[in-house]
C-alpha cells in the first residue's frame, strides 16, 4: 500500500512540474538554513563540554557596585583563589589562568604566539590531553613550556603522531628586554574548536605577590575554584562573600568616609559552563571565542521563519491546486476510497516532496557551508558535529516539515464531497481565508526583515560616517614591546622619522583602557584615563578649546599637570573656563594633586556604541607607553609603510611588527554589526525569494482558473492593463494588509535594537515606505510575467472548449 502511495505521488509530482519545483526549492532552501542554524547552535551549545570536572568548574567573578553604575568583571588576583581554597570547606582545588601573546624567537625569525600561563594543576583539573610527558609534573618548574601538536609541528616539524624527539628541547622566550630558554616538558592536544581555553603554549604562571587590601580589590587572571562533587555552591559563595568582607572592610570603609566613594563588591561563582555565552562576565584574559546567546535566538527564529513560509508556499500551493485534482478525489471517493486513505496518499505526497527537497538541502549545506563559516566566524563542518543528536535532529526536522506541509492540504482535499467536485460545484480554495491570510503572514515576515535591513544599513553607515571629533585619515598604530624601556622608544622613533617627508608627525599613547576614579570639586568622578606624549593632541586635530597642549617648556607637565575633555568638566560642575588651574586628586595617590592645565573638545576614545564619559589625559611617567602614531602623507602610502617597517626593525629589532591604519580599527569595531547587516540582508533575500515563487505559482493557478473569464473579457473589449490589474488586485490587496502589519512590527523591533546604541539614527518614515515599495515592485514584477501572458493570449483559445 506504501509502495502505491509513493508511486502515485511521484507521478503526481512529474505531472505538475512547475509547481513540483516551486514547492521542492522553498523547502530546499528553508531546510538548508535550518540545517546551518542546527549547526551554529549545536556548536554554540557545545562549548567546553568535553571536560571532565565541567559540572564541578566554577570561575570567581566579581560585580562592582557604585552609585550609579554596576560593572562585572571575570578576574581576581592571585592570592585569592588560594584563601579561598585553604579556608572554605567544598573547594578542592583552585587554577589561575591568564592568557597572553609572547614573542618567540627560533634562529632569526621572531614569532608572536598565544600562550596560556596556567598553575601546574591545570593539566589535572581540565581535561586537556597530555600525548607526550608527565600532567602532573611538566609545568613544575618555571622555565618549561608544554607546546600544543600545532607549535610542536610549526617550531621541530614533527610530521608523525609521535612527539617525544620534541621532550628536552629549547624555544627562546622573550622575557621584558632578553630572550630566556624555556625547556619543552610536554606535548599536549590541539585544543577542539569549542573550547573556551585554547592554548598553544602552556607556561607556568608567576603570580605577583600582594599584600592588604590589594590583594583581593580588582584582579588580572582568571580563577577558577574545582568544587567537591556534593558541594552546595550557594554556600560555598556566602563563605567567599564574608572573607573577601573581612579582608576589604576596612579599606571600603576608608575610602567612602575619607573620599565620599560608595562601592558594593559582592563575589560570585560562575559555572564554567556558562562562560561561553555570557551575559554578566563572558570569557577574559586570554580565554577566546565570547559569544552571545541572542545570536543563536535570533538565528534559530530566522531559519524556523524561512521554513514557515517554505511550508507556507506548499500548503497554498497544494490547497490552489484543489480543483484541479477535485475530479481525481471525487472518483476515488465513488469507487470505494475512504478518507483515511485520501489523507495517507496526500501525507505521502508531502513527505516525498520533503524528502528531495531534504536530499537537496543536505547538498546545498555542504556546499555553502563554507561561506556559512566566513558569515558567522566560525570552522562548522558535518563530521565535526556529527553524533547520534545531529542525524535525529536532521530526521526529526524532515518528519516535522512533512507533517507540517502536508496534514492541512489532505485535511481540505480529503474533505471534498464526490457529488459537488463531479458536477464542478466545488468553490474555487484560493479564496480561502486561511490562503488568504498565509499569504499575508509570508509578506508580513518579508517586509520586517526588508525594514530591519534598511535600519542596520542606516545606523552602521551612521556609525562609519559620524564625525568623532578627531581626525583619523593616515593615522598608523605600531604596538610597542610591554617593557619598562618602551618609554625610550617614541623619541627614538621622532629621532629617525624627522624630516622625512612621508611623515607629518610622530605621537605616543599607552596601550589598552584605564578606567579609574579621582576627586575633583568634592566630586568623585570615574574617568578613563590616557597617558599621551605632547605630540599626540595635534596628531589626531583634537581641539583645545582651553588652556593648552603639553610642553617640553613646562617640565612640570610630566609630574603634575593633566588634560581633561569637556565630559570630565561638566561632571566636576565647572565651567570651561573655570577648570584651568583647578586640582585633582587620584583616589589611589593620597600625596600629589594634579592641575589641569587644558580642556579639549569631547571626542569618541571608543566606539560609538559607548556613550563619552570623563577622560583625563597625562604624562606621567608611572606608566608606560604602548603604541606609537604616525601620520603619513596621502601622496606615496605604500613607500612610506615600508619606511615605517625598516625603521621598526632597526628600533626594536626583536619584536614582531604590525601596524594599523585608525580607519580599520574603528571598522573593527563595528564587525558585528556588519555581520548582522550581512544575516538579516541574505534572510530578507531569502524571505523575499521564497514568498514571490510562492507568489507566483499562485498567480499561475488563479489564472488557470480564471482562464474562460479572462477570454469573455478580451471578447467584450476589455484592455491588457485591465486585465493585469484584474488578475493582480487580489494579491495586491494582501500584500498591503501584510504591510500594514509589518509597519509597527517592525517600528517596535527597530526602536529596540537601537536603545543599545547611545549616538542612533532616528527612524524615519522612509525606511517603511521604502521597503512597502520594494516588495510592491517585486510583486508586480513577479505577477507581471503570467498576467501579461493571459491578458495577451488569444481568446479563442480559451473559449472553444466551451
Not at 555581520?675 to 488557470?704: D, N, R, T
Amino acid at each position: 500500500m506504501i509502495k502505491n502511495y509513493l508511486k502515485t505521488a511521484f507521478r503526481n509530482l512529474w505531472r505538475n512540474k512547475t509547481f513540483s519545483i516551486i514547492k521542492i526549492l522553498g523547502l530546499s532552501i528553508g531546510l538548508t538554513v535550518c540545517m546551518l542554524i542546527f549547526l551554529y547552535t549545536k556548536d554554540e551549545i557545545s562549548y567546553d563540554r568535553f571536560h571532565k570536572n565541567k559540572e564541578q568548574l566554577h570561575r570567581i567573578i566579581q560585580t562592582w557596585k557604585f552609585a550609579d553604575r554596576e560593572q562585572v568583571i571575570g578576574v581576581t588576583y592571585g592570592a585569592v583563589g588560594e584563601a579561598f581554597s585553604a579556608q572554605i570547606p567544598g573547594i578542592q582545588q583552585y587554577v589561575r589562568i591568564n592568557g597572553e601573546s609572547v614573542t618567540v624567537k627560533k634562529n632569526n625569525d621572531v614569532f608572536i604566539e598565544k600562550a596560556m600561563f596556567v598553575d601546574e594543576n591545570f593539566f589535572s583539573v581540565f581535561s586537556v590531553s597530555i600525548l607526550e610527558g608527565n600532567k602532573k609534573t611538566g609545568l613544575r618548574d618555571f622555565h618549561s613550556v608544554i607546546l600544543s601538536q600545532n607549535m610542536a609541528k610549526k617550531y621541530f616539524g614533527t610530521n608523525n603522531d609521535s612527539y617525544s624527539d620534541v621532550i628536552g628541547e629549547i624555544i627562546q622566550v622573550k622575557k621584558g628586554d632578553e630572550f630566556e630558554n624555556y625547556t619543552v616538558t610536554g606535548i599536549a592536544e590541539t585544543s577542539p574548536q569549542n573550547s573556551t581555553i585554547k592554548g598553544d603554549m602552556f607556561f607556568r604562571i608567576k603570580v605577583e605577590q600582594r599584600t592588604g587590601s590589594d590583594a583581593w580589590l580588582g584582579g588580572n587572571l582568571n580563577t577558577f575554584l574545582l568544587l567537591s562533587p556534593h558541594a552546595d555552591a550557594r554556600m560555598v559563595e556566602t563563605k567567599m562573600q564574608a572573607l573577601f568582607d573581612k579582608n576589604t572592610r576596612n579599606f571600603l570603609a576608608k575610602a567612602e568616609k575619607e573620599q565620599g566613594i560608595s562601592l558594593k563588591i559582592s563575589m560570585e561563582l560562575q559555572p564554567f559552563l556558562d562562560i561561553h555565552l555570557s551575559k554578566k562576565a563572558g570569557p577574559d584574559n586570554g580565554m577566546t571565542d565570547a559569544s552571545k546567546s541572542s545570536y543563536s535566538y535570533i538565528l534559530t527564529c530566522i531559519a524556523v521563519f524561512i521554513l514557515i513560509i517554505a511550508c507556507i508556499n506548499f500548503i497554498n500551493l497544494a490547497v490552489a491546486q484543489s480543483l484541479k485534482r477535485s475530479k481525481e478525489i471525487g472518483v476515488r471517493k465513488v469507487i470505494g476510497g475512504t478518507r483515511g486513505q485520501l489523507i495517507k496518499q496526500f501525507l505521502a505526497e508531502s513527505f516525498l516532496v520533503s524528502f528531495i527537497a531534504f536530499t537537496s538541502a543536505i547538498i546545498l549545506t555542504v556546499t555553502l557551508l563554507p561561506f556559512f563559516n566566513e558569515l558567522s566566524n566560525k570552522k562548522l563542518s558535518l563530521s565535526y558535529l556529527s553524533d547520534s543528536y545531529l542525524y535525529a535532529g536532521y530526521f526529526l526536522l524532515l518528519i516535522v516539515t512533512s507533517f507540517i506541509a502536508g496534514f492541512y492540504p489532505s485535511l481540505v482535499l480529503s474533505s471534498f464531497r464526490p457529488v459537488q467536485v463531479l458536477y464542478n460545484r466545488q468553490k474555487m480554495m484560493i479564496k480561502g481565508y486561511l490562503t488568504r491570510g498565509l499569504i499575508v503572514l509570508q509578506f508580513s515576515l518579508a517586509i520586517f526583515l526588508i525594514i530591519g535591513t534598511i535600519a542596520i544599513n542606516s545606523q552602521l553607515d551612521f556609525l562609519m560616517h559620524k564625525d568623532l571629533g578627531y581626525d583619523s585619515k593616515n593615522l598608523v598604530s605600531m604596538v610597542l614591546p610591554p617593557t619598562a624601556t618602551s618609554d625610550k622608544l617614541p623619541s627614538l622613533f621622532k629621532n629617525e622619522l624627522a624630516n622625512q617627508k612621508g611623515i607629518l608627525s610622530v605621537a605616543a599613547q599607552n596601550s589598552g583602557r584605564n578606567i579609574t576614579g579621582v576627586k575633583a570639586n568634592g566630586k568623585n568622578i570615574v574617568i578613563e584615563y590616557s597617558k599621551i606624549d605632547d605630540k599626540f593632541l595635534p596628531a589626531f586635530k583634537i581641539p583645545i578649546i582651553a588652556g593648552r597642549n603639553f610642553a617640553s617648556d613646562y617640565p612640570s607637565d610630566s609630574a603634575n599637570s593633566v588634560i581633561v575633555n569637556e565630559s570630565f568638566v561638566k561632571e566636576a560642575g565647572w565651567k570651561v573656563s573655570e577648570a584651568i588651574g583647578k586640582t585633582i586628586d587620584f583616589t589611589d595617590n593620597e600625596n600629589t594633586l594634579f592641575t589641569i592645565v587644558g580642556v579639549i573638545k569631547d571626542y569618541h576614545f571608543t566606539s560609538l556604541k559607548e556613550k563619552i564619559t570623563p577622560a583625563l589625559l597625562s604624562m606621567s611617567p608611572n606608566s608606560w607607553y604602548g603604541q606609537v602614531w604616525v601620520k603619513i602623507r596621502p601622496g606615496n602610502i605604500p613607500q612610506t609603510l615600508t619606511l615605517l617597517e625598516d625603521t621598526y626593525k632597526k628600533l626594536v629589532p626583536f619584536f614582531p611588527y604590525s601596524y594599523r591604519f585608525m580607519d580599520d580599527i574603528n571598522a573593527d569595531n563595528y564587525q558585528s554589526e556588519a555581520k548582522w547587516k550581512q544575516i538579516i540582508s541574505i534572510a530578507s533575500a531569502l524571505f523575499i525569494f521564497i514568498s514571490c515563487i510562492g507568489l507566483f505559482g499562485l498567480v499561475i493557478i488563479s489564472i488557470e482558473q480564471r482562464t474562460k473569464e479572462i477570454g469573455i473579457r478580451k471578447v467584450l473589449g476589455a484592455a491588457i492593463t485591465r486585465i493585469v490589474i484584474l488578475i493582480s488586485k487580489e494579491f495586491m490587496i494582501l500584500i498591503s494588509i501584510a504591510f500594514i502589519i509589518a509597519v509597527p512590527v517592525g517600528y517596535y523591533f527597530i526602536n529596540k535594537w537601537l536603545q543599545d546604541f547611545p549616538y542612533r539614527i532616528n527612524i524615519g518614515w522612509w525606511m517603511f515606505a521604502l521597503a512597502g515599495a520594494l516588495i510592491v515592485i517585486i510583486a508586480i514584477i513577479t505577477m507581471s510575467f503570467k498576467a501579461i501572458k493571459a491578458a495577451v493570449a488569444n481568446p479563442v483559445k480559451s473559449l472553444r472548449t466551451e
